[in-house]
């Protein structure tokens, strides 16, 4: 069964660093998310992106994110300059639908970013 | 703007015990609503999905779920749980309409601890 598949599983960054957190979706799937869990929190949409374009994005997302998708299989997750509060499991997701509406996302297993 | 709330924070049942998880949402229009599990240590996992039809829906594990138009709500439930039912349970909601780049809004998450 295709699965949405993300790496690495656990980074370790300075506060500063530059991260980019990758993704693979489901290889016929268009459309593309990124959602945080901050530990003990629920999770939170970040951005979603679609035809090598954002559709919409949180407050959440900043000038310090950017999203890629660089070849037609990757997605990625830039983080210019990490925080402390960046510490969080970071989902990739993908969706395929069409005109109907109906819209089920699977998720990647996350990575999970750890800022010092 | 779109919430989910889910009641209970914290569930602990015996095995063989029933199981309801209430879910509630904010949304007028109409809503495609999902429950996702998440294992210790485990990605999200999909464990039903409502987009039309009957408002009763059988998913994975023998869990099943009703939409209840009328109170906004998509309560989870099984009625006999097992020691491996131990885990987070999501509650999300997104708007159904035209176009496939519909964000997931979640719920605070229900952490279910199953006794033997």
């Known amino acids: 069964e295709p699965e949405v598949t993300q790496t690495p599983s656990h980074q370790v960054t300075q506060m500063g660093q530059e991260v980019i957190l990758r993704c693979v979706p489901i290889?016929?799937?268009?459309?593309f998310y990124w959602y945080r869990q901050i530990l003990g929190q629920k999770v939170e949409f970040l951005v979603s992106f679609y035809n090598n374009e954002i559709s919409e994005k949180s407050e959440i997302f900043d000038d310090q994110f950017s999203v890629e998708r660089p070849d037609g299989s990757n997605f990625t997750l830039k983080i210019r300059s990490t925080k402390l509060e960046d510490s969080a499991m970071y989902f990739c997701?993908?969706?395929?639908?069409?005109?109907?509406?109906?819209?089920?996302?699977?998720f990647g297993p996350g990575t999970r970013l750890t800022v010092l | 703007a779109q919430s989910v709330s889910q009641h209970n924070h914290h569930v602990i049942l015996s095995e063989a015990a029933s199981l309801e998880l209430g879910c509630n949402y904010s949304?007028?229009?109409?809503?495609?609503l999902f429950w996702y599990v998440q294992y210790p240590g485990q990605h999200l996992q999909l464990l039903l999905k409502y987009f039309s039809g009957d408002p009763l829906v059988k998913g994975i594990k023998g869990f099943e779920a009703e939409f209840i138009k009328s109170k906004f709500s998509f309560n989870l439930r099984k009625p006999s749980v097992q020691w491996s039912d131990t885990a987070e349970y999501f509650c999300a909601v997104n708007a159904r309409f035209s176009g496939g780049y519909n964000k997931l809004i979640f719920g605070a998450g229900t952490r279910l601890a199953v006794h033997p």
């Open positions: 997701a993908s969706s395929l639908i069409g005109t109907s509406g109906y819209n089920e996302q699977f």
């Open positions: 949304y007028g229009g109409t809503v495609n």
């Open positions: 290889s016929n799937h268009l459309y």
